[in-house]
Structures are given as structure tokens and as C-alpha cells.
Antibody, heavy 120, light 110 residues
Framework: EVQLVESGGGLVQPGGSLRLSCAASEFTFDNYWMTWVRQAPGKGLEWVANIKQDGSEKYYVDSVKGRFTISRDNAKNSLYLQMNSLRAEDTAVYFC?????????????WGQGTLVTVSS | QTVVTQEPSFSVSPGGTVTLTCGLSSGSVSSNYYPSWYQQTPGQAPRTLIYSTNTRSSGVPDRFSGSILGNKAALTITGAQADDESDYYCVLYMGSGLWVFGGGTKLTVL
């Protein structure tokens, strides 16, 4: 069974940094795009960023451009999200999702999420 | 800025049929946006229901169906059950690697 396990969340002060990880297993990681989606408390889902299989293409929602960096290590079957200059509005549960991004376009497996809280 | 619209809330009786929609603030949703639908209960990860407009994800019962109705994508639940009470999200692929989620619909079954 496909597994995605996020880690790295926690409490950070405004302006601080955090690095999220997503460990993937039971599928060929480098065959898939991967995506980060977040959900602020009591709010809806928001697409944050995604990355192509070989890391050659990366896309971001406007609100995180220049502050967040998505990356992956295919040798470690891992996806990352480096978050800098964090703001209160970045407080959310961050999910990683396996992504189809050709022929079909959708997210088929999701992790359970990791909570990021930005507060002083 | 592209806004994907969904009904904030909807109610359906047990055994009834409900259609949730997913539109664009400007323009029409077509299959070219590859609309997909996700179900989420509080505290849980989203569950994939429908992709590419009308393809059910593995294990999803056939009472969930997707379509294009007029200028919107639609998710229809036929024979609603109590455990269908959830939040439902659509997402559209906007091209060039970009995706936009709708605001979600809170479905009540009562």
C-alpha cells in the first residue's frame, strides 16, 4: 500500500524557517510528480507547490513564491518543503500528495499531514 | 486571480441525491481543466473520489459520479448515506503546473 508520511512541523516564530519532509514508500517514487497542499485551521485546501519527477520543474502558488522551496531526493524517496520567512498566514496542516500530471491530472494518495504553527 | 467556486454548504436527506458544483469566477469549467473531487472528514487526509471529470478512483462506490453540467464540473451523490457527511473539494488543473482548489462544500446528511 502506498504510504506518505510527513514530518517536520512545529511551532515557529514569524520570520523563522522550517523544513518539512515527506517519506514515500511502496511505489516507485521517481515515476511521479509530487505536491504539497496545505489547510489552514478551519479553512479549505490550498495547493502550495509541486515538483516534476526529476526535479527539473517546480511550481508555486503566488503567496509562497520566493519564500518556499520544494525539492526531492529520489534516492531517499523523499519530498521536502523548505519554508523561510514564515508568516502567521502560513499556519496550516501541510499534506504531501502523489500527483498525476500528464494524461490525467489529480492527486491520488495523500499523507496524514504535519501541522505548522507560526506564532510568537 | 482565478477563483474556483463551490457551494459553501449543502444538505441532503438519507437516500437522496445531491449535486455539488465547481465553477470558475470567470469562464466555464470544461474537461480540459481535469476537474477532480476529494472528500475530507475533520482531522483526516483528503480521499480521492473522482478524477478527469468522471473517472472514479479505486474503491469509490458507484453512487459517486462526476460530470460537466453546463459551465461547471459536478459531483453527484446518489443514495446519500450518513457517512457521506463530509467536506468536498474540487480542484482544477490550470495548466503550466498550476492548480486551484475550490473553497469546499460542507455536506450535511439529515
Amino acid at each position: 500500500e502506498v504510504q506518505l508520511v510527513e514530518s517536520g512541523g512545529g511551532l515557529v516564530q514569524p520570520g523563522g524557517s522550517l523544513r518539512l519532509s515527506c517519506a514515500a514508500s511502496e511505489f516507485t517514487f521517481d515515476n511521479y510528480w509530487m505536491t504539497w497542499v496545505r489547510q489552514a485551521p478551519g479553512k479549505g485546501l490550498e495547493w502550495v507547490a509541486n515538483i516534476k519527477q526529476d526535479g527539473s520543474e517546480k511550481y508555486y502558488v503566488d503567496s509562497v513564491k520566493g519564500r518556499f522551496t520544494i525539492s526531492r531526493d529520489n534516492a531517499k524517496n523523499s519530498l521536502y518543503l523548505q519554508m523561510n520567512s514564515l508568516r502567521a498566514e502560513d499556519t496550516a496542516v501541510y499534506f504531501c500528495a502523489r500527483t498525476y500530471s500528464s494524461s490525467w491530472y489529480f492527486f491520488d494518495y495523500w499523507g496524514q499531514g504535519t501541522l505548522v504553527t507560526v506564532s510568537s | 486571480q482565478t477563483v474556483v467556486t463551490q457551494e459553501p454548504s449543502f444538505s441532503v436527506s438519507p437516500g437522496g441525491t445531491v449535486t455539488l458544483t465547481c465553477g470558475l469566477s470567470s469562464g466555464s469549467v470544461s474537461s480540459n481543466y481535469y476537474p477532480s473531487w476529494y472528500q475530507q472528514t475533520p482531522g483526516q487526509a483528503p480521499r480521492t473520489l473522482i478524477y478527469s471529470t468522471n473517472t472514479r478512483s479505486s474503491g469509490v462506490p458507484d453512487r459517486f459520479s462526476g460530470s460537466i453540467l453546463g459551465n461547471k464540473a459536478a459531483l453527484t451523490i446518489t443514495g446519500a448515506q450518513a457517512d457521506d457527511e463530509s467536506d468536498y473539494y474540487c480542484v482544477l488543473y490550470m495548466g503550466s503546473g498550476l492548480w486551484v482548489f475550490g473553497g469546499g462544500t460542507k455536506l450535511t446528511v439529515l
